[in-house]
């Protein structure tokens, strides 16, 4: 219960109920202004300011209750635990406008004409201040582009507010006041009851002011709500925010990283606008049709010119975090990436150095030079992704052990465990050693650290761990980890022999697509095996032919890997499951890398192992990784390449006494064998951290392979 209601104050779009909370604590400051106000503005009579009164000291009690509502709630942040946080949180500066609003109403019996009683009346306004808290909300509440795709309800209640006014305003020249305005409005023949002349001219005037506004008003806004919702579908309509995510271009790897970017502000429990920005020939409408919806990010659709700047006012450009170019391999857009980048970079209205650049694109040595010429005199960061160079990367040990796609796959992801880094001294109070801080984590892996710039991952057990150290750690949530401590004086260790770091395998590699480069996927093979590996490039690419498959069966490969386009590959693989449907270990066998998501889905077939690459999947989720991950490319290069440390599955066959310990047991003798336990593979899927061993055929640990 204290956590839901320290999401509904503090992390609104986290939780069901968390924006309908913050609009009625935007309500309740709005009605408490005017109560407080009003009846020192208007001449009501002592009735009314009567019930303005006690309505205003309603809204006080809800200021109250919310005040202490937030002080028992806020335990939930470490930031505020105990009694010592909770008079940290006291003097932040929301807090303490909430405690001058309420000290302002304790001592209103103080007599009006002495210095005290002026600064009492004075700290009233500090209510107004409470606007900065729920500007958010504000924004949402009164944005154009939420009033034309709001209910009706809402739409209602804003025409309300505005008639309001105008009866409130007439009402001053009335002898009855509010009544005789409100009729008036309303119903004409109510100009019967007014007491003279002036009141008479006076209600001629708001009557036909009344039909005019309130009829040319709803016209209006019928017509608005029209055009805004047109433009919006279309992509015209601009867009207000800031501290949003721009991705320019579409291609198969949107989906991905849509979802990706959905998981990330999911796990922080934030709501985040991602505005897609697509060129003019788009068909924009069909495209939003097929997006889905997402719990966490805001989809904003921007149709425009590519290369004219009055489209990146439309983005908000100067107000954006991160901006994501996407590569579309097309005739037409051949460096339109470089281009992009060096319009927005170039263009004298283009003011926002803490814009981050991800770009898709090819990175051979000229384009490198290229990027580096374009952002030479900027300070905005930049990172260039190459989709073949992450592919050949994440293949070199995927196609040698399908395994390890799903690890990879895992844990860029951000849907369950992924990378953070943490500060040492948010963690652990003292300097320490690697092997007993790894032990110390809990419903976590540290796998490395940063110090002095440098990334050592899988350091020496016994480093002493600095106080200005970067840990990098594995976790479902970087507010999630604990702290125990370790004693291990009753637990035996031993000695483990370190995985070999090249794998004999008979590989054939049947197609020419351009998937795979031969010379960057061999780093993980034994030279036999190199030597061995076979490439079938069928001229006429028919390779749906009985005889050269009972050929390629009699061979007994290890694994056949299908280089082909996808739906080439579709056809070939449910022909060879039909008419091989009996030989498990052929069709075990096979791996298919595969684009396109649709495909991979087809393929699934939960009576056989699926050795299922989806390289625009691992491409999507890399990239997603960059965006908010600094860190991430440095760490991949490693753990992808045969040059440090990497992941190895260690099998139950060959690892046989590992599997008979018990979790801290098993941890503690890899870290004494300079290994760390990364996971397993539990029911043909990669679970981090599984603390249930002897149940498993297969670990994970990140070491450095033996040559």
Known sequence: MIQEVYKSFERPYSIKYGVLVQNIILINVLINIFASFGSDIFHFTNEVKQILLIIEYTTVSIFLIELIARYISIGYDNKYKGLKGRLRYSFTPFILIDIFTLISYLFTSIPGDILLARVVRFLRFFRILKFLRLKDTIRNLFSISNFATSSIFYQFIVLFILSSFFIILFSFVYASGEKTSLMIFLDPPALAETSSHTEMAFGVIELLIGLFIGGALISIITELLTNISRDIKNGYYPYKGENHIVIINQNSKLEFILNEINYYYKDIEQLQDVLIFLPFENDIENFGQNLKEYSNINIVLIKGDLL??????????????????????????????????????????FDNQKLKFIIESENNKTLKMVYEEIFRDTKNKYRIINHNNIVESFLNRSIIEPDYFKVYTNLLSFEDFEFYTLNFEDIFKEEI?????????????????????????????????????????????????????????????????????????????????????????????????????????????????????????????????????DDDEFILTMYLRNRYQNNHGLLNSIVNIINDPVNAKLLIDTKLKHNIILSEKLVGEYITQVIFNSNIVTIFDEITQSKGNEFYILDKNDYEPLFELEYVNLKLNLLENNMIYIGAIVNDKFMVNNKNVRNNERIIVLTQGID
């Open 308 to 349: 004219n700047w009055n489209s990146y006012i439309k983005l908000n450009i100067n107000r954006a975090r991160k901006l994501l170019i996407l590569e579309e391999k097309t005739d037409n857009t051949k460096y339109l990436n470089i281009k992009i980048s060096r319009y927005l970079l170039s263009n004298k209205h």
């Open 433 to 565: 050693t690697f092997r007993n801080a790894s032990m110390q984590f809990i419903d976590g892996i540290l796998i490395g650290i940063i110090r002095d710039n440098s990334l050592i991952l899988n350091p020496n057990k016994d480093l002493i761990l600095l106080k200005n150290d970067k840990i990098i750690t594995i976790l479902k949530n970087k507010l999630e980890y604990s702290i125990d401590i370790f004693e291990d004086n009753s637990i035996q260790t031993s000695k483990i022999s370190r995985p070999k770091l090249k794998t004999s395998r008979d590989i054939c590699i049947m197609g020419n697509y351009d998937d795979i480069q031969e010379k960057q996927i061999i780093e993980f093979l034994t030279p036999e095996s190199v030597e061995n590996l076979e490439r079938i490039v069928l001229d006429n690419n028919n390779y749906i032919e009985d005889n050269f498959w009972d050929r390629i069966v009699s061979q007994n490969y290890d694994m056949i890997i299908l280089n082909m386009p």
